[in-house]
Each structure stands twice: as C-alpha cells, then as structure tokens.
C-alpha cells in the first residue's frame, strides 16, 4: 500500500482548466488517500523492488556487453550508471517501467492533456527525436473518436495511455453512474482502438474527492494530478510557457500541458532541452513511480 498522509489528507481541490492551475487547500470537505511518488516508491512491495532490481540489472549487464550507454553512445562498460537510467537522458521501455531508476535518477514525469488534436503528430515528432516518452491523459469526444490515428501512434510509439474523461465533466459535479460512463466510455474507446485499457486518469480541473476515488477504484484507475502548470490555455507565447514550467519543475514532479493549445508544442524542445541540462531524466508517470505500481483510486502528486 502506498504511503496513506495523516487521516488520508483531507483535501479540497480547486482548479481552473482550460487547463489548469491547480489549488490545494486543507479544509475537511472532502476526504480520499492521496501519495506523493518518492512515497509510493518507498512503500514499493519487496517483490516489486526485487523485480525492479534485476530488471536493472540485467538492463546494465546488456549495456556493458556491447559497450554502449542508454543514448547509444561507446561507454567504458565499467559500471552500471548509464546516462539514460541515472540523470540527464531519457528512459527506456516508456509506458513500463524501463530501465531509469527514479529512486536514484533526478525524474519529472511529463504529461500532456486533452488531446489528441492537430498538434499531436508534431509533438510525437519530437518526442521521438529527444528520445522522450510521455503519458497522454486524452479525451474522449472530438479527440479521440475523430483520431484514431494519433491514438494508435502513441501507442506504438511507447508513450503512455491514460484517461481524462469523455466529454470533460467536472466529476465531483456528477452523480457517481455518470462519472463512471465518463471514465468508461473512454476506456472502452481506447481499448477498441489500441487492445490496451489505460490504469491511470486525470480528472478535469484537478477535481476529485470520495466518491470520484471510488469510481476509479472500481474502475481499475489511479488518480494523477500534477506539480508544474505553464497555464499554456492562457498564451500561446511558447518563451513564456517554457519559463513558467522550469521556474516549476522540481525532482518528482509531475508536468502538465496540453497538446492542444497553439503555443504548447514549439515550447516542448526547449523544455526538455533544458531540463537535461539540469540532469533532469523524462520518463513516464508509470516509471516515476516505479518500483511501485499505481493503485487503483489512489490520488498521486507531488
């Protein structure tokens, strides 16, 4: 079980999402678990910790084989500490878990919103060029039923899938059915298209309490809210996006941007960019938590 905070931090969540600039406050008005990712780690079952360890192990035995590191650059095959897995490179096998090690690497999880869209074939074109993964929250209607073809792409080109509703309905304003057909509905487009069922969700606004928990629990969906917001819904200055997710990003923190505002996507190799600079590793949501797993219902943020 993941790190439950005091009486399982009683927590408001108020948001603003045409994107979404995230406010919590400790009011006693709604009560679910919430984790942040260096806790769920470290509450990681033994099992999952020795799976993880001798997956990194073999990881780095195949790496000193043929002499390279995690960019594919000639190493010295002398140890293990491949760029990629420990600081300032990317992840691989994204969607997994991969071979980075967040408990050791300086890890921010980058994740994109409400998409896909028109923008979203650029942004896996650099993606795949940075060697980067991300986890896409997608929506439902007008996203994902009229592009397939994105959601197929993301898919096979190792990102992570995940969940932001049908239609954007502010779950906690809901009846607890029809919040279930709003996560639902999204699974079973996603799954027709891809064969997979995303595990993970973001509900819209930030906007979750008690009874959106159970709906996800029972859903089989962990909860993701974020730490970083560039408010890209209020500019399309991509300067002005870039500066107010560096000024944010902190080891174990959680990215948010959207794939559908104009000035997010050119702001993209900029940020990465100079996140490697800083010794920052990209990875998934899925490998910032890893060795752990997300549990269903469960409230994540840093």
């Given amino acids: 079980m993941p790190k439950q905070t005091s009486a399982a931090r009683s927590t408001s969540i108020a948001g603003l999402l045409a994107a979404t600039s995230l406010t919590l ?14 806790d769920a780690r470290a509450d990681a079952p033994a099992a999952a910790v020795q799976a993880k360890d001798a997956q990194l192990a073999a990881a780095t035995g195949a790496k000193n084989a043929d002499g390279k590191n995690a960019d594919g650059k000639k190493g010295d095959g002398k140890n ?16 997994g878990t991969g071979d980075v090690d967040c408990r050791k690497a300086k890890c921010v999880a980058l994740t994109f919103d409400a998409g896909p869209s028109e923008n979203t074939p650029r942004l896996l074109d650099i993606l795949k060029k940075e060697k980067v993964h991300a986890t896409f929250f997608m929506l439902g209607e007008n996203h994902v039923d009229k592009r ?16 932001h509703t049908w239609s954007h309905q ?56 974020w730490s970083v917001t560039a408010k890209d819904y209020q500019t399309n ?4 996006i870039t500066k107010r997710v560096l000024e944010q990003t902190q080891r174990d923190g959680i990215i948010l941007l959207h794939d559908i505002y104009k000035g997010t996507v050119p702001a993209v190799p900029g940020i990465l960019k100079e996140l490697k600079k800083r010794g920052y590793t990209v990875v998934t ?11 269903p219902g469960m409230v994540y943020r840093p």
């Fill in 80 to 95: 293990g500490d491949a760029k990629g897995s420990q600081g300032g490179g990317q992840a691989t096998a994204p969607g």
């Fill in 170 to 225: 502010i779950l906690t304003d809901i009846e607890p059915e029809e919040a279930k057909r709003e996560l639902s509905r999204l699974q079973d487009a996603v799954r027709k298209i891809t064969g997979k069922a995303p595990r993970l969700m973001r509900p819209p606004q930030g906007r979750t309490d008690e009874g959106v928990s159970k709906v996800s629990k029972d859903l089989g969906l962990a909860q993701v809210l």
């Fill in 237 to 240: 200055d991509s300067a002005l």
């Fill in 148 to 163: 397939p073809g994105e959601v197929k792409r993301i898919d096979a080109e190792g990102h992570e899938l995940a969940n």
């Fill in 25 to 38: 406050a400790l009011s006693g008005c709604a009560n679910y678990d919430v984790t942040a990712p260096a």
């Fill in 285 to 295: 949501v899925s490998q910032l938590l890893s060795p752990a797993t997300a549990e």
